[in-house]
C-alpha cells in the first residue's frame, strides 16, 4: 500500500494522474492532510528538474539538428521510478529532520509527575520545566531539557544512553534514580540510586555512583564541590517537605545552600553539631532558618540569597 501510494502521488504531482487517480489523491488528502502537505513540500522542493513532456517521444538535438525519438514504455515508467525515488528520498530527508517537541511547566502549588515516552519518570519542583522531543515516527531520543529541580528515575534500555541537559552541563544516565536541581549561581546533582556521569569543562568527567553522591557546579561549568549528603535529607523535598531525622545544623545548613543558593553561618559555631528533628515546608526555607535559630538560640546570618 505504501509504495502505491507513493506512486501515485509521484504521478500527482507531476500532472501524469488520470482523472480516476486525481480522485483518488483527493480522497488521501481528505484522510491524511498532514501526511500529504510532507509529500508535497518533499515534491516542491525542486530536489530533480521538472518539465511538461510527451510521454511518449523525446526530443534530442545533434550537430544542430533536431530528431525526434519514440519512447519505450519502460523508459517511461524508469522516469516515474527515478521521480518517485528523488521524491521520497528528500522526504525522508524532511521527516528526519521533522520533530515534535513537548514542553511541561509546573505551575502548580503541588508536585507534578510525568511518564516520558520510555516509560522514565520525572518529578517536578514547582516552577519547573522538563522539554523532550519525538521525531516524525514519535520515536524519543532519550534527551531531555530541563530548568529547576527534577527527580528522574529512569527505565533502563540496553544500549540507548539517557541525557539531561541545563543550561551549562550534560548529565548522562548509566543508572537508574537522580535529582538535578539548576539554581541561579550553581547546578546541583546528586545520586539516590544508580550512576551518572556529569561533563565538566574537566579532562575527565566526574562519576557518581555511590546513593548519596553529589557534585556541585558553577553556571560557568567548573567545579565547585563533590562530596556526600545525607541522602534522605536532600530528597525529602520529593514529598513537599522537608523532613529533619536526626540531622545536624550543620547538614541542614549545607543542605540549605547546596539546594536553594542560601549561604547561612549561625552567630554560635558550638551549635552547629546539635540534632535537629521534625519537619518544615519544603518551599519556606526562611521559615527552616527562623526555626533553627529559635531551636538552638543564635542567631544566624545569610551572607548571600541566590
Same mark, same amino acid.
Given at each position: 500500500?505504501?509504495?502505491?501510494?507513493?506512486?501515485? &502521488?509521484?504521478?500527482? @504531482?507531476?500532472? /501524469?494522474?488520470?482523472?480516476?487517480?486525481?480522485?483518488? =489523491?483527493?480522497?488521501?488528502?481528505?484522510?491524511?492532510?498532514?501526511?500529504?502537505?510532507?509529500?508535497?513540500?518533499?515534491?516542491? %522542493?525542486?530536489?530533480?528538474?521538472?518539465?511538461? @513532456?510527451?510521454?511518449?517521444?523525446?526530443?534530442?538535438?545533434?550537430?544542430?539538428?533536431?530528431?525526434?525519438?519514440?519512447?519505450?514504455?519502460?523508459?517511461?515508467? &524508469?522516469?516515474?521510478?527515478?521521480?518517485?525515488?528523488?521524491?521520497?528520498?528528500?522526504?525522508?530527508?524532511?521527516?528526519? &529532520?521533522?520533530?515534535?517537541?513537548?514542553?511541561?511547566?509546573?505551575?502548580?502549588?503541588? %508536585?507534578?509527575?510525568?511518564?516520558?515516552?520510555?516509560?522514565?519518570?520525572?518529578?517536578?519542583?514547582?516552577?519547573?520545566? %522538563?522539554?523532550?522531543?519525538?521525531?516524525?515516527?514519535?520515536? @524519543?531520543?532519550?534527551? =531531555?531539557?530541563?530548568?529547576?529541580?527534577?527527580?528522574?528515575?529512569?527505565?533502563?534500555?540496553?544500549?540507548?544512553?539517557?541525557?539531561?541537559?541545563?543550561?551549562?552541563?550534560?548529565?548522562?544516565? &548509566?543508572?537508574?534514580?537522580?535529582?538535578?536541581?539548576?539554581?541561579?549561581?550553581?547546578?546541583?546533582?546528586?545520586?539516590?540510586?544508580?550512576? =551518572?556521569?556529569?561533563?565538566?569543562?574537566?579532562?575527565?568527567?566526574?562519576?557518581?555512583?555511590?546513593?548519596? /553522591?553529589?557534585?556541585?557546579?558553577?553556571?560557568?561549568?567548573?567545579?565547585?564541590?563533590?562530596?556526600?549528603?545525607?541522602?534522605?535529607?536532600?530528597?525529602?523535598?520529593?514529598?513537599?517537605?522537608?523532613?529533619?531525622?536526626?540531622?545536624?545544623?550543620?547538614?541542614?545548613?549545607?543542605?540549605?545552600?547546596?539546594?536553594?543558593?542560601?549561604?547561612?553561618?549561625?552567630?554560635?559555631?558550638?551549635?552547629?553539631?546539635?540534632?535537629? @528533628?521534625?519537619?518544615?515546608?519544603?518551599?519556606?526555607?526562611?521559615?527552616?532558618?527562623?526555626?533553627?535559630?529559635?531551636?538552638?538560640?543564635?542567631?544566624?546570618?545569610?551572607?548571600?540569597?541566590?
Amino acid at each position: 500500500m505504501k509504495t502505491h501510494i507513493e506512486n501515485l &502521488l509521484a504521478k500527482y @504531482f507531476a500532472g /501524469e494522474a488520470t482523472p480516476d487517480e486525481i480522485k483518488k =489523491v483527493n480522497e488521501y488528502k481528505k484522510r491524511h492532510p498532514q501526511s500529504f502537505e510532507v509529500y508535497k513540500k518533499a515534491y516542491n %522542493l525542486n530536489v530533480f528538474e521538472n518539465h511538461s @513532456f510527451n510521454k511518449n517521444t523525446i526530443q534530442i538535438v545533434k550537430d544542430n539538428k533536431s530528431q525526434i525519438y519514440h519512447v519505450n514504455k519502460k523508459v517511461h515508467w &524508469l522516469w516515474y521510478a527515478a521521480a518517485t525515488m528523488m521524491i521520497f528520498l528528500a522526504l525522508g530527508i524532511i521527516l528526519h &529532520l521533522q520533530t515534535l517537541k513537548t514542553t511541561i511547566i509546573n505551575h502548580t502549588a503541588n %508536585l507534578k509527575e510525568v511518564i516520558l515516552p520510555d516509560g522514565s519518570k520525572a518529578i517536578l519542583d514547582k516552577e519547573a520545566t %522538563l522539554s523532550y522531543q519525538k521525531n516524525f515516527w514519535g520515536e @524519543f531520543k532519550r534527551k =531531555v531539557t530541563m530548568q529547576g529541580r527534577i527527580f528522574f528515575h529512569v527505565t533502563k534500555k540496553k544500549g540507548t544512553k539517557f541525557q539531561v541537559k541545563t543550561d551549562n552541563l550534560t548529565v548522562t544516565v &548509566l543508572g537508574t534514580m537522580f535529582t538535578v536541581n539548576q539554581l541561579k549561581e550553581h547546578t546541583q546533582i546528586y545520586l539516590t540510586e544508580g550512576k =551518572v556521569k556529569v561533563n565538566l569543562n574537566t579532562p575527565q568527567p566526574i562519576i557518581l555512583d555511590k546513593s548519596g /553522591e553529589q557534585v556541585i557546579v558553577s553556571k560557568e561549568n567548573k567545579l565547585i564541590k563533590h562530596n556526600r549528603i545525607n541522602a534522605s535529607l536532600y530528597a525529602s523535598w520529593k514529598t513537599n517537605k522537608i523532613s529533619f531525622n536526626n540531622c545536624t545544623v550543620k547538614d541542614v545548613l549545607d543542605f540549605l545552600n547546596d539546594s536553594y543558593g542560601i549561604e547561612a553561618h549561625v552567630e554560635d559555631p558550638s551549635v552547629l553539631n546539635h540534632k535537629l @528533628f521534625g519537619s518544615a515546608p519544603a518551599d519556606d526555607a526562611q521559615l527552616i532558618l527562623d526555626a533553627i535559630s529559635h531551636i538552638v538560640n543564635s542567631q544566624i546570618e545569610i551572607n548571600q540569597q541566590f
